[in-house]
């Protein structure tokens, strides 16, 4: 049992150590798109679909970076008491409140799922002048939210795993 979950920490904690790799690269992607809405807007007609898109980005590079935050640690934490706690102690605290973290991400993940299947159903569009389709986006915001669950629950096997005095 102890094996498995070793090899789940290693699998989800590469998966999304690769992806969140990647995920910090969208920041260029947004600096592009800006950058050409005001290019276009101060020497051409405005483009329709940069602000949008670059909103589109940003979403991305938030959600992907998620899981990949998480895994490093750099959450934020009230360090007034944490910091001078003993590291089983706090795989004591972040093993109880990692789920309430994995509640809230499954009940936004159903929420999430919910609205993209709505989304493809009725092929659902922005509202504004570009009219993109919003089903790609609410995809990827369920994935993301599957790659931060999955994530707090390596962190909780490791979090169990201090507990009992063992190495993750």
């Known amino acids: 049992m102890i094996s498995l979950a070793r090899h789940y920490v290693r699998v989800i904690d590469g998966i999304n150590y690769r ?3 990647i995920a910090m690269y969208g920041i260029f992607i947004m600096i592009a798109i800006l950058l050409w809405s005001s ?3 101060t020497f051409f007609l405005p483009s ?3 602000l949008e898109m670059a909103q589109f980005a940003m979403v991305a ?7 990949y935050s998480i895994q490093l640690g750099s959450n934020v934490r009230m360090d007034l008491f944490y910091g001078s706690w003993s590291p089983r102690t706090k795989a004591w605290v972040d093993s109880f409140t990692v789920l309430f973290l994995i ?3 499954a009940v936004l ?3 999430g799922i919910e609205s993209a299947s709505y989304s493809l159903q009725y092929n659902e569009r922005s509202p504004t002048a570009w009219r993109p389709y919003l089903w790609p986006i609410k995809v990827a915001m369920c994935a993301g939210i599957l790659l931060m669950i999955l994530q707090c629950v390596s962190e909780l096997i490791k979090d169990i795993l201090r507990i009992r005095g063992e190495e993750a």
Not at 61 to 67: K, L, Q, V
Request: net charge positive; glycine share 18%; proline share 0%.
């Open 19 to 21: 992806i969140g790799r």
């Open 103 to 105: 509640f809230y991400l």
């Open 109 to 111: 993940l159903l929420g």
């Open 48 to 50: 329709l679909w940069t």
């Open 39 to 41: 290019i276009s807007k």
């Open 61 to 67: 590079y938030y959600i992907f970076g998620g899981a």
